[in-house]
């Protein structure tokens, strides 16, 4: 009994010292947005002229939380915890966010739409609109600096 615990022991030791030299299996990615990211944020940024900072790649845990109270409290955090929107615009002082964009890809995998619904449905009910852009070649800043006046200049 002695030499199995002894062998154990051993074996966690060895164990433990071999993964502490081995390098993660990480590597950087390229870039933190795709090439239709990329392209939407350089106009998103050019189109809010300075008036409202853009945060590329934010999660929803990170913009909304689960009511302390509410039932089934873990279940529904699960839910917000992998999931992201594209770009999210905030006010420049405070960092309140003021609209959530995200851009959809033409060919959408099995599963999507009912994601995109809970997302929609999820920054709705926390109060933060939801934009839905179709992925494009090429967007019209100008367009996109009106749509951000009409719709979010009242709302400060």
Not at 63 to 86: K, S
Not at 103 to 123: C, H, I, M, N, S
Request: proline share 4%; charged share 30%.
């Amino acid at each position: 009994m002695a030499l199995l615990i002894s062998a154990i022991v051993a074996a966690i030791v060895v164990t433990r010292f071999s993964l502490r030299d081995e390098k993660y299996p990480y590597e950087k990615r390229r870039s933190l947005l795709t090439k239709s990211q990329l392209t939407f944020y350089r106009v998103l940024k050019d189109a809010v002229d300075g008036r409202w900072s853009v945060h590329p790649m934010v999660r929803l845990a990170d913009l909304v939380q689960v009511r302390p109270q509410a039932r089934r409290y873990q279940a529904w955090q699960n839910r917000i915890h992998a999931r992201h929107v594209d770009f999210l615009l905030c006010d420049q002082n405070s960092l309140e966010a003021k609209l959530a964009v995200k851009l959809d890809e033409p060919l959408r995998r099995p599963g999507r739409q009912q994601q995109d619904q809970f997302l929609a449905k999820a920054l709705g009910d926390a109060g933060i609109p939801l934009l839905r852009i179709d992925v494009e070649s090429d967007y019209n800043a100008n367009s996109i600096r009106q749509f951000l006046h009409d719709n979010l200049s009242k709302k400060g």
